[in-house]
Nanobody
Framework: QVQLVESGGGLVQAGGSLRLSCAAS????????MGWFRQAPGKEREFVAA????????RYADSVKGRFTISRDMAKNTVYLQMYSLKPEDTAVYYC?????????????????WGQGTQVTVSS
């Protein structure tokens, strides 16, 4: 099993920035790709960004491209999501996820492990 714990959410004004962290523990050797998803009230969970653990290949949703950056620290088993120029529409619960697939996947059902989520609220 793999455990994922997110941190770093909070309340920020539009135009501000936040950095989310996701610490992985347990059988982390089984993880090949990690991703961030978000879910706003009344909406489906949507892909935000993903990174392959070993190669560092990244992919972003069009809505966050150029504003968000995903990175990983292999020594700390931690993935980060740096968010700049935040907008009210970025408000959501952000979830960290991990998959044993060694490719970038954007569908939530392709991920095997999930964190508990962290709330990000952007005020206008």
């Amino acid at each position: 099993q793999v455990q994922l714990v997110e941190s770093g959410g909070g309340l920020v004004q539009a135009g501000g920035s936040l950095r989310l962290s996701c610490a992985a523990s347990g059988r982390t050797f089984s993880i090949y790709t990690m991703g961030w998803f978000r879910q706003a009230p009344g909406k489906e969970r949507e892909f935000v960004a993903a990174i392959t653990w070993r190669g560092g290949t990244t992919r972003y949703a069009d809505s966050v491209k150029g504003r968000f950056t995903i990175s990983r620290d292999m020594a700390k088993n931690t993935v980060y999501l740096q968010m700049y120029s935040l907008k009210p529409e970025d408000t959501a619960v952000y979830y960290c996820a991990a998959t044993r697939l060694n490719i970038i996947v954007v569908v939530p059902t392709s991920y095997d492990y999930w964190g508990q989520g962290t709330q990000v609220t952007v005020s206008s």
